[in-house]
């Protein structure tokens, strides 16, 4: 244990601290896998006061940290490569607090976001925000980053559902933002600050989250569509008839590398591209509308088949096409890309990108899936077996300069939802300006004047 380190334990006497090389590999990373983990030591703290002395003991001595959650961040904000202290809030996993009156819930930040979505439900209310790593990513690090997922198109993204947060401020300061008020106008709003900080800003220890009303009851539909192509327009189709909960796609190779995992394949015939769309049936009307929109769909050539769910069951079976897609492809280290544009832009964009990687990725096995009604597009890149990690991953970075100079051009995002992290720092400036990356850094200075927290992520300060 170094000097610091010591007089860590000395300040914080009951604070649990390791330095056990498991645990430095295990909380040194995150889902990226990309970076050899090399933390100083992992702070498991069970109190904000616990935070707040770890902070401050990190300014005396000018060490580092990282903020940790659930680690399954894909952009590498997570990780810890250059000694840095690691903090996770995994012990902070409670729920503090829920105001009927106000319909929110308060919950420390290592709350698993699943265990804050059956909190809401057994309080006859809704988390809705929702994605595949339910049960192991954590609040914090949902608000850290913004997360998305599936039921953006209904929900919106996590921001939307931060009513208040309590932070620990780099400087190591406790602050109370928005103490939960639906109207404040009194100044900046700095709760806003640190939804999608990516702990660059401090760390989130607290938040009162906003609950929705219970989901309506819903039907769940495959769709088989013949070209990419169509792909907007069948989204237009439902969007127009239907209230949509979702609206997935993906492509054959995703559901080939799903099914690889177990399942049954959906329909006899294979199609090159799908999409799983979630719709409310709460009135007599919809389940109608809905079926008017599959079948202008057929009349058009825009959809070739279709299956819709007649149980939880099967609409989980169809739903696990889609949620098992990042699971399936793990093993084999893909380069991921989260990009989006606006909705309108999307046919322009698809064309120009699918024609763009078609030429730049010969040689590896591409898998695209994604939010498309939200404008947002996961395009994986698969690593053959036996490359090199980093020469695999020095051709991809040239493909990304292609696709980033093409979201310029479309007026797109580097990083719709995952966050810049390390993965995606480089592109950061075809997103936004020099103006804004310059007002970033004043911002970070401000909150954290020594940059300690999360150091080398999002920008260099
Ligand atoms: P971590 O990975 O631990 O951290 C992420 C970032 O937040 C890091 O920069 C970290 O320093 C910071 N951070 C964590 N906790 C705090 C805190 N308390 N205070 C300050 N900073 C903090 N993401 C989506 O948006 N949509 C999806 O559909 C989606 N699907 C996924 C499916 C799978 C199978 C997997 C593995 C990942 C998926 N993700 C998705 C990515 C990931 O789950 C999200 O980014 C999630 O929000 C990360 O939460 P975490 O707790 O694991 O954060
Ligand atoms: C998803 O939409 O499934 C997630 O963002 C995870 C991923 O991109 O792999
Ligand atoms: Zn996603």
Redesign the pocket.
């Known amino acids: 244990m170094t000097d610091a380190l010591i007089r860590l334990r000395d300040r914080l006497p009951g604070l649990r601290l390791s330095t056990d090389p498991g645990d430095l590999e295990h909380y040194g990373r995150?889902?990226t896998r990309r970076w050899t983990p090399a933390p100083l030591a992992v702070a498991l703290p069970a109190s904000v006061d616990e935070v707040q002395a770890i902070v401050r003991w990190a300014n005396d001595e000018g060490v580092a940290v990282?903020?940790?959650?659930?680690?399954?961040?894909?952009s590498g904000?997570?990780v810890a490569a250059n000694g840095e202290l690691v903090l996770s809030?995994e012990r902070m996993n409670r729920v503090l607090d829920f105001d009927a009156i106000d319909r929110t819930l308060t919950v420390q930040?290592?709350a698993p976001l699943e265990a804050v979505q059956n909190a809401a439900r057994e309080r006859g209310l809704a988390y809705p925000v929702d994605?595949?790593?339910r049960g192991?990513?954590?609040i914090?690090?949902?608000i850290?980053?913004n997360?998305?997922?599936?039921r953006v198109i209904r929900y919106g993204n996590t921001r939307e559902w931060v009513a208040g947060l309590k932070v620990v401020t780099g400087a190591g300061d406790v602050l109370e933002l928005n103490r939960a008020l639906v109207k404040n106008s009194s100044g900046y709003d700095l709760r806003h600050l640190f939804v999608a900080?990516?702990?660059t800003l401090?760390?989130?220890?607290e938040a009162t989250l906003r609950l929705a009303d219970p989901p309506p009851p819903t039907s769940v539909m495959l769709l088989a569509i013949p070209s990419f192509e169509h792909l907007m327009q069948v989204f237009a189709a439902f969007r127009e008839r239907v209230t949509l909960e979702a609206f997935e796609f993906f492509t054959d190779r995703a559901i080939e590398h799903v099914l690889a995992h177990g399942g049954q394949k959906p329909f006899d015939d294979a199609h090159p591209f799908y999409v799983v769309t979630e719709f409310a049936v709460d009135e007599e009307a919809s389940m109608a509308a809905a079926m008017a929109a599959f079948e202008h769909c057929v009349e058009h050539g825009l959809v070739s088949d279709g299956v819709i769910s007649q149980s939880d069951a099967q609409a989980a079976q169809l739903w696990r096409l889609r949620e098992g897609i990042?699971?399936s492809l793990a093993k084999h280290v893909p380069y991921k890309n989260d990009v989006s544009v606006r909705i309108s832009a999307m046919p322009a964009f698809l064309a120009e990108t699918q024609a763009l990687l078609g030429e730049a990725y010969p040689q590896f096995e591409v898998v695209w899936f994604g939010h498309i009604g939200d404008g947002n597009l996961h395009i994986n890149v698969l690593k053959p077996d036996g490359m090199a990690n980093a020469a695999f991953v020095a051709d991809c970075e040239q493909v990304t300069r292609l696709l980033s100079d093409a979201l310029v051009r479309h007026g797109g995002s580097i990083s719709a939802?995952?966050?810049i992290?390390l993965v995606k720092k480089s592109y950061l400036l075809g997103t936004r300006s020099a103006g804004e990356v310059a007002l970033m850094r004043g911002i970070k200075r401000a909150l954290d004047p020594n940059a300690l927290m999360?150091p080398g992520?999002v920008f260099d300060a």
């Open positions: 995150d889902w990282v903020p940790s959650g659930g680690r399954t961040g894909l904000g997570a809030l930040a290592g994605f595949a790593a192991s990513c954590s914090g690090g949902n850290a980053t997360a998305g997922g599936i900080s990516e702990g401090g760390i989130i220890v990042t699971e939802e995952h966050g992290g999360n992520k």
